[in-house]
């Protein structure tokens, strides 16, 4: 295990660093106080690379216009959708998110503009939508990155990964490559319960009986 390194005096960006806070799964959180004066808690790894650089004010200082305007942007959009999925029970999304256990970093899920801040200095378009690195990781500055939206429809959890054959492909492709209809494979998969290879073997008219055995 590496020596912690002491962060404490140092300075980055907008944030110098008081003392240690806490560590959460192995990584060290850091009590920083920024030059508008408010306390905040930053992973180390977020100070060192530069992935935050303030309490949030910094963006509001370069784009005043936000404090009023950012309720109506897209981005603030994807910020609350993205804290709905992951802790809101009656949203749609909540059983693949939230139910799972992917929370929201403490500093987005409490601060927008920390969200907003790390989106507009990590490649953010509007053309872009938000993408876990690790479909089972959470939302944080180390596991997202933004990708064209026609991208993520084939990395989706719900285009699952089967091995079959020992080729690993996502039911989408199976389905290309099969020669076989999507939905009626994803429904024998999710709705009927079968198995993968159940599902591609087995003749149409099987759905009719609506067997989940």
């Not at 030059?35 to 784009?63: F, H, M, P, W």
Request: net charge positive; aromatic share 10%.
């Amino acid at each position: 295990m590496s020596k912690l390194i002491d962060l404490t005096g140092n300075r980055y960006n907008r944030l110098v660093v008081i003392e240690k806070d806490r560590t959460e799964k192995g990584v060290v959180i850091w009590k920083c106080l920024c030059d508008c004066g408010k306390i905040t808690y930053v992973r180390g790894q977020n100070l060192k690379s530069g992935a935050v650089k303030s309490c949030g004010c910094l963006r509001k200082d370069e784009n005043p216009s936000t404090r009023h305007r950012m309720s109506d942007s897209r981005l603030y959009r994807i910020w609350a959708s993205m804290k709905s999925r992951c802790y809101t029970p009656s949203h749609h999304s909540y059983m693949n998110y939230g139910g799972r256990g992917i929370k929201v970093f403490d500093e987005w899920r409490t601060i927008p503009d920390q969200f907003i801040e790390w989106a507009m200095n990590n490649g953010y378009t509007d053309e872009m939508t938000i993408e876990r690195i690790d479909v089972d990781g959470d939302y944080g500055p180390d596991n997202c990155t933004w990708i064209p939206a026609r991208e993520q429809q084939g990395n989706r959890r719900s285009c699952q990964y089967f091995t079959y054959n020992g080729m690993k492909k996502n039911l989408t492709d199976w389905c290309d490559d099969l020669g076989l209809q999507y939905k009626q494979i994803h429904n024998r998969i999710h709705k009927l319960g079968w198995s993968f290879e159940r599902a591609i073997s087995e003749p149409v008219h099987e759905d009719k009986r609506n067997k989940k055995g």
